[in-house]
């Protein structure tokens, strides 16, 4: 077993020792909610009966569903273990009697006082290399497989495993694959005022990522988060020649929303960049399972473009006017 393999492994058999697990939230703020958006999405296509919930960590709070009870998981992160509201929507779960999984980077901080179990995840950023099966997001999924698959059983279990044991091995070649494009995408977008993001399927989680935690919050470019397949219910109206468009194309069952997307920003002459995870040898992880590494690879993939962006632009990724500067 690996690191990660292990630990998801022995945490939630001990849960089940104690109680039955039928329902899983995912909660968290930011990075950290759009982080598990792998685990959902692995639960929402292949679970039979467990019902998956996926919410901020204020709303939460103050609307906790009244589900959330004995037979509970609920799943929370925060990069530093203080983020306030994720660290009451964590005590709020306990106290209604769910088991509490908490992820955090900083070990010995506030969330850890109200997880049940506590998991320590790699981080650093680019281009300095951490494990990218043991990062925030690919934990999600860990544990999205280990709950599957010790409730209801997963017939693709053995490919997951498989699949996340050459990951970073994709990791590294796609990322070296896009240094040049990123360069490139650097230079001739670095002026843009609004960029849109879009994705689909298990990417977009990526997108949205991207769009409030990278484009608003680091680069202070104005930005939204569209799914592919909503794209033609509204936001379509925007296109016209030059609207900038970032589309996460997937490989997994809802492709073709996304090529539907390109086809008409194209024939419309938006200004288009697609980062297709076909191009970026996906297709090297076990075929059953694939489709659930799509997001993730699109994370650390855009690690690359965004440092280059940053650059271009002169404005680090650390920048920041109100985050941790002002009380909010």
């Not at 936001?235 to 589309?247: A, D, K, R, S, V």
């Not at 997994?252 to 076909?278: H, M, N, S």
């Amino acid at each position: 077993m690996s690191v990660a393999h292990d630990t998801v492994n022995k945490i939630i058999a001990d849960v089940l020792t104690k109680q039955k697990i039928e329902r899983v939230w995912f909660v968290g703020c930011g990075g950290s909610l759009t982080g598990f958006w792998p685990g959902k999405y692995f639960l929402d296509c292949e679970a039979n009966h467990l019902a998956v919930g996926y919410m901020t960590s204020n709303e939460f709070v103050h609307a906790t569903p009244e589900a959330v009870g004995k037979n509970s998981v609920v799943i929370l992160a925060s990069q530093q273990g203080n983020t306030a509201e994720t660290v009451e929507a964590a005590r709020v779960a306990q106290q209604k009697g769910a088991a509490t999984i908490g992820l955090v980077y900083t070990p010995e901080t506030p969330l850890c006082k109200y997880s049940d179990y506590t998991i320590n995840y790699q981080w650093a950023r680019y281009p300095e290399k951490v494990d990218p099966a043991q990062q925030k997001a690919a934990y999600s999924l860990w544990l999205a497989v280990e709950i599957l698959k010790q409730t209801e059983g997963y017939a693709c279990y053995d490919a997951m495993i498989s699949a996340f044991s050459q990951f970073a091995g994709v990791v590294n070649h796609a990322q070296q694959q896009v240094k040049e494009d990123a360069l490139r995408f650097a230079e001739q977008w670095k002026d843009e005022k609004v960029i849109y993001m879009m994705g689909s399927g298990p990417s977009y989680g990526a997108a949205h990522q991207e769009s409030i935690c990278i484009l608003l919050e680091m680069q202070w470019i104005h930005s939204a988060s569209i799914h592919s397949g909503e794209y033609f219910h509204g936001p379509f109206e925007i296109t016209e020649p030059g609207t900038p468009f970032i589309l996460l194309q997937s490989a997994g069952r809802t492709r073709p929303l996304d090529e539907r997307a390109i086809r008409f920003i194209e024939r419309y002459q938006g200004k288009l960049q697609c980062i297709d995870v076909e191009k970026l040898d996906i297709a090297a992880l076990p075929a059953s399972v694939k489709e659930y590494f799509c997001g993730l690879l699109h994370n650390c993939v855009l690690d690359v473009y965004n440092l280059a962006l940053a650059t271009a632009r002169n404005h680090p990724l650390t920048t920041r006017r109100y985050m941790w500067k002002v009380e909010y």
